[in-house]
């Protein structure tokens, strides 16, 4: 065994003495797509966790969630809520562009959140690549509290914030490593966004990309943490100390603190960590996971937040618990639910039925910044709906990546259990020909697969006609998928001028299951299987799949009507732990 797993096994050894209130807790603590997470205890706030995640493309954008107990997390605060304070991310293209990365800090009242607006098709050589801002609120409750960007200079992502004992503030980032790996350092103005010089602290342990960088400051040490290895099969977390804040930083002889690289663990990629203390002042750290196995094939949910305790002595090095689904660490204290706040529970159930003078739940999203316009709740003629405004672009637009400033149609929500069941009612007036409303799980432009009602020519056995009737399509798209995955039907005479209930229903940790049913009979036996789709067909990126609707014409000038009611979710399963293969004969 290696000296790092002896010593992560001292740990969890230390851990399980402490107390005879260990806590058991499962993983991961923020399910769904919620990665790169960064988490502190702000006592000023009744004692109360903080955690904030990268959010790419999605909006509203950089989602702040808050626990008393480290296991109730309510969503707090988007704190990317209005389209005017980041403009650019309406026309990013790629699903690896976005917001990346952020880190949430705390400091003399105010909260501050660091990160990086990425634009991932454009040369990593040029400036324009990298967008480094800082965003600050005295009330992270509020969205709308959070300010607008204050934009620094710095050729590269995943910045960080310290301040040390002097007064003095720095911000930590990580090298564009195709250019240059490394993390760099300087200070910085945090009001104005003026920096001084950078000088690189360390170039990590010789893993791929060296990133995600934080600073803190213990025992007279000051300790460099770092993700390397890329956010993958590789991923690790690794340490570097200092006696001085501007280096020069030892690598620990012990690195990697924590991964799962090279095991069989069900988690892997883990990476990306946090430190933050308790109540009690003990240790733990947050970190981002992918729930797929060595194989590394099917994580169709996406990078997800993950809880760990850490033991650290004084003088010496952190040591992290190894990551799993069931954990046991330092003890929690009693459960404590969270009144304030915009939204619900991380992996709360939906039933949203939009009543009129309601407004659309903040835990809902759009692909990049939407257009306000195309989302109109309850409307007169239609109470207790949405009305969805028929974009021009569909889901896949122009090329899988990009959707111009016009942008798409299209509301959703993370799945964050591992087996669910999603649906809505539809309401369709169509009067053109590929005019269509439906659901879809999206990862993204290029890998989705959705179920709707398209108004399409009628086929007969020997040809098409000019008369044009609603169908049933099932499509999707994929890097990895096979072909023939068009599926089409007119609908069902009996079926016509009537709302419509679409699901989509995750089958097992593999497969979801597309099914339509009228929407007055869909308690009944009359749903109908459209299609499969593959976990493995939407695992792929930076992000995680998204569960929600849709209305477009296709290309085609021109509306029509499509709304949505009786919105909802039922998370029913989350996986943990690889799924046992039976034996033969068992």
């Known amino acids: 065994m290696s000296l790092r797993r002896l010593a992560a096994l001292a740990a969890s050894l230390l851990v399980a003495g402490a107390s005879a209130d260990n806590s058991t807790y499962l993983n991961p603590i923020l399910p769904g797509f919620h990665p790169d997470p960064s988490c502190i205890l702000v006592p000023e706030w009744d004692n109360t966790y903080f955690c904030a995640t990268s959010s790419f493309l999605v909006f509203p954008g950089l989602p702040i969630h808050a626990s008393r107990d480290l296991q109730q997390w309510k969503l707090a605060s988007n704190a990317l809520s209005r389209p005017e304070q980041l403009p650019d991310l309406a026309i990013a293209a790629r699903s690896t562009s976005g917001i990346w990365a952020p880190t949430m800090r705390f400091h003399a009242g105010v909260f501050y959140l660091v990160t990086t607006l990425v634009f991932d098709d454009l040369p990593k050589t040029t400036p324009a690549h990298w967008d480094n801002f800082v965003m600050t609120s005295t009330d992270p409750y509020n969205s709308s509290a959070w300010s607008d960007p204050v934009h620094f200079k710095f050729h590269g992502y995943d910045t960080s914030p310290f301040w040390d004992d002097d007064g003095r503030s720095y911000i930590t980032g990580s090298h564009t490593f195709q250019i240059r790996p490394g993390i760099d350092q ?151 639910s969270i009144e304030e706040g915009e939204g619900g529970l991380v992996d ?186 593959s976990g493995v067909d939407l695992s792929w990126g930076f992000t995680g799949t998204l569960l929600g609707v849709y209305a477009t014409t296709n290309g085609r000038a021109g509306g029509f009507g499509a709304y949505v009611g009786n919105w909802t979710y039922l998370g029913e399963k989350q996986q943990i732990a690889a799924a046992a293969v039976p034996e033969e004969g068992g």
């Open 348 to 533: 709360a159930d939906d039933h949203i039925t939009f009543p009129p003078g309601s407004r659309i739940p903040p835990h809902l999203v759009h692909w990049r910044i939407p257009r306000a316009e195309k989302y109109i709740v309850s409307p007169p003629d239609h109470p207790n709906t949405l009305q969805l405004v028929p974009s021009v672009l569909n889901l896949t637009a122009y090329d899988g990546r990009y959707a111009g400033p016009e942008g798409q149609t299209f509301l959703s929500r993370r799945q964050t259990h591992t087996l669910f069941t999603y649906q809505v009612d539809i309401e369709y007036e169509f009067n053109q020909e590929e005019q269509e409303v439906g659901v879809t799980a999206f990862l993204d432009q290029a890998h989705h697969f959705d179920l709707s009602v398209v108004n399409l020519a009628l086929t007969t056995d020997s040809y098409e006609t000019e008369t044009l009737v609603p169908h049933l399509r099932f499509r999707g798209i994929s890097r990895y998928a096979l072909a023939n995955l068009t599926h089409i039907v007119a609908l069902p005479p009996h079926w016509q001028d009537q709302p419509l209930t679409f699901q989509i229903r995750a089958e097992n940790d593999t497969h979801y299951g597309f099914r339509v049913a009228p929407a007055a009979d869909h308690q009944g036996d009359e749903y109908t299987t459209m299609g499969f789709a």
């Open 186 to 336: 300087a200070e910085i103005n945090l009001q104005t966004g003026q920096t001084g010089n950078y000088t690189t602290l360390w170039a990590g342990t010789g893993g791929m990309a060296p990133e995600g960088p934080h600073i803190y400051k213990k025992d007279g040490w000051y300790y460099l943490l770092i993700a390397e290895g890329g956010t993958g099969k590789d991923h690790m977390v690794t340490m570097a100390r200092s006696r001085s804040v501007n280096g020069p930083y030892e690598g620990y002889e012990l690195n990697p603190v924590l991964t799962n690289a090279n095991t069989s663990e069900y988690f892997q990629a883990i990476g990306h960590a946090d430190i933050f203390q308790d109540t009690l002042g003990q240790w733990w750290s947050c970190a981002l996971a992918v729930r797929t196995g060595p194989e590394f094939l099917n994580y169709p949910i996406g990078r997800e937040t993950i809880l760990t305790p850490v033991t650290w002595e004084e003088g010496s090095w952190p040591v992290f618990q190894p990551v799993t689904g069931t954990m046991s660490g330092w003890a929690f204290s009693a459960i404590s």
